[in-house]
């Protein structure tokens, strides 16, 4: 069974830090794509942070640039996301994707094949 497994979310306050973890089974993602998303409460999931298939190349929405960081250990097959400065619009479900497509990189929800159940962020003021 493939599965993509969050964990690292948690109750924090504002200016915190937290690192979030993907974990894959069943297949290797090392060379795929992947990224993440959120859902707050009431609206739609959005798009986070991207990594290319290499890792070379990375993407993210605007209002995380120079707070969040995604990162990839192939060998662990396991995605990160480094979040710092955390502010209290960053509360929701994240959740890690995997594009098994052979896209170099993708930012939309629907490239995405595989997700994780999302683990939940919350960012007290």
């Known amino acids: 069974q493939v599965q993509l497994i969050e964990s690292g979310g948690g109750l924090v306050q504002a200016g915190a830090s937290l690192r979030l973890s993907c974990v894959g089974s069943?297949?290797?993602?090392?060379?795929?794509?992947m990224g993440w998303f959120r859902q707050a409460p009431g609206k739609r999931r959005e798009f986070v942070a991207a990594?290319?298939?290499?890792?070379?190349?990375?993407m993210y929405v605007d209002s995380v640039k120079g707070r969040f960081t995604i990162s990839r250990d192939m060998v662990k097959n396991t995605l990160y996301l480094e979040m710092n400065n955390l502010k209290p619009e960053d509360t929701a479900v994240y959740y890690c994707?995997?594009?098994?497509?052979?896209?170099?990189?993708?930012?939309?929800?629907?490239?995405?094949?595989?997700w994780g159940q999302g683990t939940q962020v919350t960012v007290s003021s």
């Open positions: 069943g297949r290797s993602f090392r060379r795929d794509a």
């Open positions: 994707a995997a594009e098994t497509l052979g896209r170099q990189i993708a930012v939309e929800e629907d490239q995405y094949g595989y």
């Open positions: 990594i290319a298939r290499s890792g070379g190349t990375t």
